[in-house]
């Protein structure tokens, strides 16, 4: 027997005890029929040679791990991140039990969403019926300021009306016709979640500026000094948003921070569940259509969204998830410049101390090679912050990249010397970068928690940099914007690297001579 | 001790009562008349828990439920180890779904064995129009290619699969044919179908039978020579290893277990059940179906059996033993004697930690009532229960094997109800999903994941028992608990510091 009550063994160390292995080889021998484990073996090889990269990157149909999730996720994301909303979903309901694991398993924080539990009949009828009771249940029960609508493939595919349905809803009774309903068809066979992000956010801004669904007058802009801040779908929204605010008060700038989800993500345990927590108040985001300018952190975040906003005469300027210090220096200068105040000394001996790390630190980076695979903007400011270091970011992957994307990043690696050598691949999986790992290796992966599939098939250590982290935990309230969350990504990369180094490095009389005290 | 304890049978069934009451306020009198019929306190002796279930989600409530698909991909199919699980449709379903559910199974990941991959067909608009059955024989082609060793397929259906009108049956017809015969699963789970995961589980075990036992070749029978001990094991997903702390009872007692559905399965074993003497049935909820269906087919009987927590599964062990003769009653008799030492070890170290806190649960398949003798062994209270989608039938052996006359019910609970029910009755622990972990820790109330075990486990058999104690432990008794309200802030509730 195994078990012990003193020492309680978990499964990664009970099972491998001998009478589990015992009966596990008894089991796949006797009942599995198992493949010839020297035809797994030559399989295993096969799919590392140029060979299987060829037919792997010849698939037409088939999607294999994928870097990207669906509308509606984008949508739920962005709604939250204003004042006591209450993402509705009109759909099947298994979508949003999903929406909810996958934010909770991130950021390790309850995620409240409602769904219209659309079934058989509705596929056949409409969901109509669904949209008014759910609008009424959700309106008493959780006492929402606005309720955010969006919608799951299975109601795009019947065609469902949102803007009629939630007209109706209001005629009936369901929500007060003043009520702040805004919405956003958001089907899962377009684009990905950042566009159900730029989808939801353009519904909110749409809704408060353009006369609420044809209930109030459309607002007439009077320009003022606000400057409107938009992060876009970004897993470390916490740690980035309140860095951003921060920089803005050290500038004295007057800002909105739109879809700002990073108190709703980040609650005291206390006591109190607080479903609603912080977020863009109503009336600022109404206000939002006189500021002097719109920010985007992420270009492909909010490719409908920021046209929106610069017809409404906003300046717009767009960045591609700035990290390090050119694009930090770059997203400065332009806040800067638009609102006509200086950096402060702060802000510069913050700079002036990230320079002083990355040539602390610089020679144990230079000239190593990096894959990343992500959201497109994030492949782009983590890419451009490796060329900045010195480092060959290799491979860069983005399944939900475009055309316009990978032709951007490419101009990113012509402008550097450190970037000849270097690729990207838009609309490819995970399963395409395994190939790559294997004929074209690299020093280290940069990438979300399903990586470490390809860290232990391929070997590549991987550095955790992205959206779901589910394996470790916390790094989510840790900036990675501005000069200090380049000092973050920086000692992440380096704890990696010193890591390898010293897991190289560790036997005892054969290797141990260069286990360094000091690196 | 929560006051729970210290009431009456008579009071608690009143205050019980009274939050019903007071949760139904809240609602539209349509949803409230509705949702009340989810709603009881138990009375003993009665035959069930007196609510309605498997009823329609209402719209805007916040259910816990998923979907058809979850049930299928999830649950039933995705275990199985040595096939290829395509999620037909969009992105986001495989996504939100990939690896996440812990059913542990042992292979070379991505060349023979493909749990935790994710394969998608990653549907566009194009795909919508103008169908997706060219798109997925072509993926077939592509996964015959690149994945040479897969034992097989099956087409986990999205929504949009069964509203656009394509034929993935007739597809896999004739990709079986080119395949010489491959097996190729079309499933029809898309999640609109149903009212919750019930029906996923209910379509993939019919899919079982129609596209893996009715289509058995005579040269792919099983190649092993049956024995009078043989059996399978039904309805254990392997969750953290649960199947495997189970199995090694059943061996122990002397019985072959040739088939694992579906934790750690493969398709071989799924193809070789029909040679059992008996299925022993874990989850009854969601493979119910299929061993019905083995009994009336094949003759073969089935027990269900529960091996949470010491007494039920010395209780399981003699009514699985009872299907045999006198070798295997003594080699259950053996099994039992022979981790008695570490029963009482366990319970010798965490009962006196445990003893007398209350308990609320609500989780799928069959944990509302099985976990319950677990937790009285370790002299713990389940104070409250309820199916995120069980049927009558799951409320009946509830109600005349588990529950405690008092105990209240909610079927399908919505998060109103629940964070209401929790606030009024302030338990000792709340076991739940990953949706309802962080609301409940926020109102410092302590916590595990019913479903993932919390990234813990096996539970189930003896060795899992004692990581089940560890673990209810550890959530219960940490000192973060202590530590929620700022010391200058106003000192605990009364009710909080009987809670203690």
Known sequence: MAQNAEHVLDHFELFRGPEYQQMLANKKKMFENPRDPAEVERIREWTKTPEYREKNFAREALTVN??????????????????????????????????????????????????SSMTEDAAVFGGLNNMIDGLANSYNMYKPRMIAVSTTCMAEVIGDDLNAFIKTSKEKGSVPAEFDVPFAHTPAFVGSHVTGYDNALKGILEHFWDGKAGTAPKLERAPNEKINFIGGFDGYTVGNLREIKRIFELMGIQYTILADNSDVFD???????RMYDGGTTLEDAANAVHAKATISMQQWCTEKTLPFISDRGHEVVAFNYPVGVSATDEFLMALSRISGKDIPEELTRERGRLVDAMADSNAHIHGKKFAIYGDPDLCYGLAAFLLELGAEPIHVLATNGNKAWEEKIRALFAGSSF?????????????????????????????????????????????????PIFDRHHHHRYPVWGYQGGMNVLVKILDKIFEEIDKNTNIAGKTDYSFDIIR | MSLVTTRSVAEIKARNKKIIEEVLKVYPEKTAKRRAKHLNVHEDGKS????????????????????????????????????????????????????????????????????TLQFTSDFQEKDIVFGGDKKLAKIIDEIQELFPLNNGITIQSECPIGLIGDD????????????????????????????????????????????????????????????????????????????????????????????????DGSLAELEATPKAKLNVLHCYRSMNYISRHMEEKFGIPWCEYNFFGPSKIAESLRKIADHFDDKIKEGAERVIAKYQPLVDAVIAKYRSRLEGKTVMLFVGGLRPRHVIGAYEDLGMEVVGTGYEFGHNDDYQRTAQHY??????????????????????????????????????????????????????GPYHGYDGFAIFARDMDIAI???????????????????LLAAE
């Open chain 2, 48 to 115: 069930d828990c007196g609510v309605k279930s498997n009823l329609k989600s209402i719209p805007g409530v916040m259910t816990i439920r998923g979907c058809a698909y979850a049930g299928s991909k999830g649950v039933v199919w995705g275990p199985i180890k040595d096939m290829i699980h395509i999620s037909h449709g969009p992105v986001g379903c495989g996504q939100y779904s990939w690896g996440s559910r812990r059913n542990y199974y042992v292979g070379t990941t991505g060349i023979d064995t493909f749990v």
């Open chain 2, 403 to 456: 529950v405690k006359d008092g105990t209240l019910i909610y079927d399908d609970v919505t998060g109103y109800e629940f964070e209401h029910f929790v606030e009024k009755m302030q338990p000792d622990l709340v076991g739940s999903g990953i949706k309802e972990k962080y609301v409940f820790q926020k109102m410092g109330v302590p916590f595990r994941q019913m479903h993932s075990w919390d990234y813990s």
């Open chain 1, 267 to 273: 609650t005291p345990t206390d006591g109190e569940f």
């Open chain 1, 419 to 467: 970037g000849q050598n270097c690729h990207a691949y838009r609309g490819r999986d995970l399963w395409h970068m395994r190939s790559l790992l294997f004929t074209e290796p690299v020093d280290f992966l940069i990438g979300n928690t399903y990586g470490k599939y390809l860290e232990r098939d391929t070997g590549t250590p991987l550095i955790r940099i992205g959206f």
């Open chain 1, 66 to 115: 994928p870097a990207k999730a669906c509308q509606p996720l984008g949508a739920v994301f962005a709604s939250v991140g204003f004042e006591g909303t209450l993402p509705f979903v009109h759909g099947s309901q298994g979508c949003v039990a999903y929406y909810r694991s996958h934010l909770s398993r991130h950021f390790k924080e309850p995620s409240s969403c409602v769904s």
């Open chain 2, 477 to 495: 008794n940490s000192p973060i608990w202590r530590k929620t309200k700022a010391p200058w802030k106003d000192v605990a509730k009364p009710k």
């Open chain 2, 168 to 263: 993935i049956e007739a597809v896999s017809r004739v990709k079986s044919k080119e395949y010489g015969g491959k097996t190729i699963v079309p499933v029809r789970c898309e999640g609109f179908r149903g009212v919750s995961q019930s029906l996923g589980h209910h379509i993939a075990n019919d899919a079982v039978r129609d596209w893996v036992f009715d289509k058995i070749a005579p040269e792919s029978k099983s190649k092993f020579e049956s024995t009078p001990y043989d059996v399978a094991i039904i309805g254990d997903y392997n969750i953290g290893g649960d199947a495997w702390s189970s199995r090694i009872l059943l061996e122990e007692m002397g019985l072959r277990v040739i088939a694992q559905w579906s934790g």
